[in-house]
């Protein structure tokens, strides 16, 4: 079969030759679990200096703790093994650095239709918005306190995380 996706099976294939995660646990076994932006200018194990099988991932647009966020964060922390919690969203988000009307501005351009029926969560104060965040984590009550949890800005112009909270 001959289709758009021939480049990333190839690819695929050349992955499984040298496969080393066969029978792995799935756990997260630096205990870590990162809720972070889908920017591509993340690479969100690199950065924390962990390798596949280290951390339980969560990305979503601007990094936010959704409902599905907490539902991934209360499986990691109850069977996965989750020790730490790292909230990151990132400079230069298009989440936080557009507004609504921007994005719904543009989306419509590129859809060529109205879309002002769909949600973007866009974020009017990162670092507000960051604070909120921790806090719906450690105050879940079904994430312990013996849980830490941190709200980190990634720089995505020097590789650096900044701890706010
Ligand atoms: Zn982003």
Redesign the pocket.
């Known amino acids: 079969m001959t289709n758009e996706f021939d480049d990333v099976l190839e690819a695929n294939r050349k992955f499984a030759e040298n496969f080393s995660l066969s029978g792995f646990d799935g756990v997260a076994h630096a205990g870590i679990a990162l809720v972070t ?3 591509s200018r993340i690479d969100p194990l690199g950065m924390l200096g962990l390798h596949a099988g280290d951390a339980k991932i969560f990305r979503n ?3 936010r703790v959704t409902e599905a966020a907490l539902e991934a964060l209360v499986l990691g922390v109850h069977l996965l093994n989750v020790k730490r919690i790292l909230v990151v969203p ?1 400079t230069r ?3 936080s650095s557009s507004t609504l009307d921007q994005v719904r501005q543009q989306v419509g351009a590129s859809a060529g239709q109205d879309v002002s029926w769909q949600t973007f969560s866009m974020v009017t104060d990162q670092a507000a918005a960051l604070r909120d965040d921790v806090h719906k984590v450690r105050a879940h009550p079904l994430i312990p306190d013996t849980v830490a949890v941190g709200g980190f800005v990634y720089d995505v112009d020097t590789g650096l995380m900044d701890q706010l909270v």
């Open positions: 932006c889908m920017d647009p601007g990094g990132h988000c298009a989440m």
